[in-house]
């Protein structure tokens, strides 16, 4: 069984310029969460969505960032514009059906964003 | 204070020993803790869940969880040079932020041949 991905593995860009993060969760897991960590702090996070819907997305900074899940399969996070203080390692994980007790996260390879 | 607490360590360890790690959260709904496993510069593996009071073994590793203190500790047994690395403690919380985890800083191990 595949792991959860994502693309890119890193990326570097300017300040104000925009970035888009890919992840593809586990098949078959409805929940698909984003997380972030940023150097020398403890991973945070960001939101969590069930199928296509946004749960949960409490950790979101700010309206720069922007998350979605079309078709509940798949997710993109879109930083626009990129500011210094998002560079970090952005995690993505997915766990089963929640409401059925599955509550366990797998963690995908993370993208290390740099923001110059 | 921080919502889930660990010692950074590093915590250095001989090979066949017994590492003992520990955390604390302050969110007394928490429902779910989980132990993971970061290699540097790899993602968080997951090695361990916990959902109730006690402990729970899994081969070399073994959660304890004591909700009235609000603590979770790890240890690992016969410890090997490749279980150097650090680990996270992961707390769920209660029906507010059901998917939620809320990470530790994290704790190095260093297990010395």
């Known amino acids: 069984e595949a792991g959860v991905t994502q693309f890119p593995s890193h990326s570097v860009i300017e300040k104000g310029q925009t970035v888009t993060l890919r992840c593809d969760p586990i098949?078959?897991?409805?929940?698909l969460y984003w997380y972030r960590r940023v150097m020398g702090k403890e991973i945070k996070f960001l939101l969590h969505f069930v199928k296509e819907s946004k749960q949960d997305e409490s950790g979101m900074p700010n309206n720069r960032f922007l998350a979605e899940r079309t078709g509940g399969t798949y997710s993109t996070l879109k930083v626009q514009p990129a500011e210094l203080e998002d560079s970090g390692v952005y995690f993505c994980?997915?766990?089963?059906?929640?409401?059925?007790?599955?509550?366990?996260?797998?963690f995908g390879p993370g993208t290390r964003l740099t923001v110059t | 204070q921080k919502e889930v607490e660990q010692n950074s360590g590093p915590l250095s360890v001989p090979e066949g020993a017994i590492a003992s790690l520990n955390c604390t959260y302050s969110d007394r709904g928490s429902q779910s803790f989980f132990w993971y496993r970061q290699y540097s510069g790899k993602s968080p593996e997951l090695i361990m869940f916990i959902y109730s009071n006690g402990d729970k073994e899994d081969g070399r590793f073994t959660a304890q969880l004591n909700k009235a203190s609000q603590y979770v500790s790890l240890l690992i047994r016969d410890s090997q040079p490749s279980d150097s690395a650090t680990y996270l403690c992961?707390?769920?919380?209660?029906?507010?932020?059901?998917?939620?985890?809320?990470f530790g800083a994290g704790t190095q191990v260093v297990v010395t041949p």
């Open positions: 992961a707390v769920r919380g209660g029906t507010d932020s059901w998917g939620k985890l809320q």
């Open positions: 994980a997915s766990s089963q059906d929640v409401l059925a007790g599955f509550y366990e996260q797998y």
């Open positions: 098949s078959g897991h409805d929940n």
